[in-house]
Nanobody, 123 residues
């Protein structure tokens, strides 16, 4: 089994910063892309930022220039540095990872999700 554990959410004033972390653990063969999604009240879950194992990144237009995604491949950890936060960034943030696990019959690839961490930005 694979677990993704997030940390770093909280309450911050507009213009402030937060750093989210997500650590993968368990029977991991390799980790491909990792990313952060968010779901605001009454909204669908949306991609915030993603990063490949090689370090290529992509961001939602709404966070470009304010958020930075990074990862530590050796530790199986992905980070999201969020600066210049706005009230509209308020949401539950979820970590996602595409993980290969090894089995006697071969290797399989699955999507895994963290439990979510609340980010609240006050105006």
């Amino acid at each position: 089994q694979v677990q993704l554990v997030e940390s770093g959410g909280g309450l911050v004033q507009a213009g402030g910063s937060l750093r989210l972390s997500c650590a993968a653990s368990g029977s991991i063969f390799s980790i491909h892309a990792m990313g952060w999604y968010r779901q605001g009240p009454g909204q669908q879950r949306e991609l915030v930022a993603a990063i490949t194992s090689g370090g290529s990144t992509n961001y939602a237009d709404s966070v470009k220039g304010r958020f930075t995604i990074s990862r530590d491949n050796a530790q199986g950890t992905v980070y999201l540095q969020m600066n210049s936060l706005k009230p509209e960034d308020t949401a539950v943030y979820y970590c996602n990872a595409q993980v290969e696990t090894a089995h006697p019959t071969g290797v399989t690839l699955h999507d895994y999700w963290g439990q979510g961490t609340q980010v609240t930005v006050s105006s």
